[in-house]
T-cell receptor, first 114, second 110 residues
């Protein structure tokens, strides 16, 4: 069964460093999302992406965040200068159809900022 | 303002019991999702509802749009059902983002 894959599963970085979290959505999906979940808290929407541009973003998604679909398969989330409070699990999701529609989630990347 | 409220926060059941998890929301929605988060952290979509009722195996999800309330039922619960169950809504008006509840942690004992 097709699945969303995320790499790495765990990323450790120093405060102030840039990180890139990678996702390979399901191949025929057109809508892509990033979410984060701080330990012990609820999942929060970061950004949605369609047709090579951001279609919606949350207040959390400030200038230190960016997303890109550099080729036909990868979807990346870049955090330019990480802060301690960026430590969280980051989930990528994709859907085939226009929202609202079922979203398929990756297993997540745990980001630890030291 | 917490737009999505779930109850209970924690639920412990014996194998075979009928489980109900509730979700209330405060805004007009275009759809409501039920998701399952495994102990390892992975998230699986169970249902997406905009009206009525859906059934998949031992899982049943219902929604009452007028009352802004949804329930997830598990019949004949099993220890492998142990997980966090999350309700999430998509607001009306063209928004794409999912707004999540805090989740209900279900433990089913053998």
């Amino acid at each position: 069964e097709p699945e969303v894959t995320q790499t790495p599963s765990h990323q450790v970085t120093q405060m102030g460093q840039e990180v890139i979290l990678r996702c390979v959505p399901i191949s025929n999906h057109l809508y892509f999302y990033w979410y984060r979940q701080i330990l012990g808290q609820k999942v929060e929407f970061l950004v949605s992406f369609y047709n090579n541009e951001i279609s919606e973003k949350s207040e959390i998604f400030d200038d230190q965040f960016s997303v890109e679909r550099p080729d036909g398969s990868n979807f990346t989330l870049k955090i330019r200068s990480t802060k301690l409070e960026d430590s969280a699990m980051y989930f990528c999701a994709s859907s085939q159809n226009r929202p609202p529609s079922i979203q398929y989630f990756g297993a997540g990347t745990r980001l630890s900022v030291l | 303002k917490n737009e999505v409220e779930q109850s209970p926060q924690n639920l412990t059941a014996q194998e075979g019991e009928f489980i109900t998890i509730n979700c209330s929301y405060s805004v007009g929605i275009s759809a409501l999702h039920w998701l399952q988060q495994h102990p390892g952290g992975g998230i699986v979509s169970l249902f997406m509802l905009s009206s009525g009722k859906k059934k998949h195996g031992r899982l049943i999800a219902t929604i009452n749009i007028q009352e802004k309330h949804s329930s997830l039922h598990i019949t004949a619960s099993h220890p492998r059902d142990s997980a966090v169950y999350i309700c999430a809504v998509v607001s009306q008006g063209g928004s794409e983002k999912l707004v999540f509840g805090k989740g209900t942690k279900l433990t089913v004992n053998p």
